[in-house]
């Protein structure tokens, strides 16, 4: 019988030896930090009986806390709002489930100096089939005044203001991965003691990977460039040792966290039906940019760095590509 390596960090140990090595520290964002991996976790439970949900009760029915039964992408956003406003460091959220942010009013929040954006559910349609499925979240110190409700100002800075972004994959096993400037960890949660464990410290994106990740079927709907550079991935060419392999689920976190780790690029290009792209900069570009980053590798929207785009609109779509350095360089290249 194996034994479990029992001496892993947890997240919240994690967090807290980061602040023993900055004495002037308050722990807000470790604070933020934890209260996502706890919500993390309740959502974790529920997207993990998915598949249950038609035998145990019909929507419209109420389950045993006496709610309704809710799409699971409504009761992630209800986790991590609530878990945010209920803190001590958030004062208010934005959220792709929410037209509008929400500032917190309570005096608490007020003088909390994070505001913190997400997508709860991304790639939820992929629910149903069994497919691994993400949250998505991003932390920005406020720019207005502390004491004070928050306003959009705080919610519609560029990327690079960000102070932390990461992701929750739930797939073959849960993991929440985050960034600071200070370096991209990653960590699984072990059920048995329903703590996220350090299981992927200091990640470093490879310089150069063999996988590329677009959706083929829109190939014709886009740029010029985005097809030169898809065909050289298809070929056999001695600089960059193609051809590569395509990898694509259509559930961006999955794709990602893979490229990431192994090295790749993903891509998801504007196209004729969706002139703006797909991709939302506030809740799916800029964090994924933000981590990409921070593990040395870069992410566009075709024309300018992702994290120096100054959005306009909360739910404002950007073209995107991320990825290994060497690969973006060359996507670059023919996009030129
Ligand atoms: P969603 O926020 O509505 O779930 O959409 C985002 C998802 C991403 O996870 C994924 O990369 C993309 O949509 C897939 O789109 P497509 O099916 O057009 O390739
Ligand atoms: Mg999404």
Sequence with gaps: MSLINRKVLTLDEFTIQQLRNFPKATGELSSLLRD???????????????????????AGSINVQGEDVKKLDIFANNQFTGVLQHGISCAGIASEELDDFVAFDDDVSKNSKYICLYDPLDGSGNIDVNIS????????????????????????????KQVAAGYIIYGSSTMLVYATRRGVNGFTLDPSI????????????????????????????????????IQTCQRKNKTNGGPYTQR???????????????????????????????????????????????????????????LDVVPTELHQRSGFFVGSKGMMEELEAHMK
């Design 133 to 160: 499925i993400g949250t998505i979240f991003s932390v920005y110190r406020r720019v207005s005044e502390i004491g004070t409700i928050a306003t959009a100002a705080d919610f519609l800075q560029p990327g690079v």
């Design 248 to 306: 694509y689920i259509g559930s961006m976190v999955a794709d990602v966290h893979r490229n990431l780790l192994k090295g790749g690029i993903f891509m998801y290009p504007p196209t004729t039906d969706k002139p703006n792209g797909k991709l939302r900069l506030l809740y799916e570009c800029n964090p994924f940019a933000f981590i990409a980053e921070v593990a040395g590798g870069k992410a566009t929207n075709g024309q300018q760095r992702i």
């Design 36 to 58: 996502i991996g706890l919500a993390a976790k309740r959502v974790n439970v529920e997207v993990n009986k998915a598949g249950l949900v038609d035998i145990l009760g019909d």
């Design 194 to 229: 329903g703590e996220f464990c350090l299981s992927h410290p200091n990640i470093q994106c490879p310089e150069f990977g063999k996988i590329y990740s677009v959706n083929h079927g829109n190939f014709f709907q886009y740029a010029q460039g985005v097809q030169d550079y």
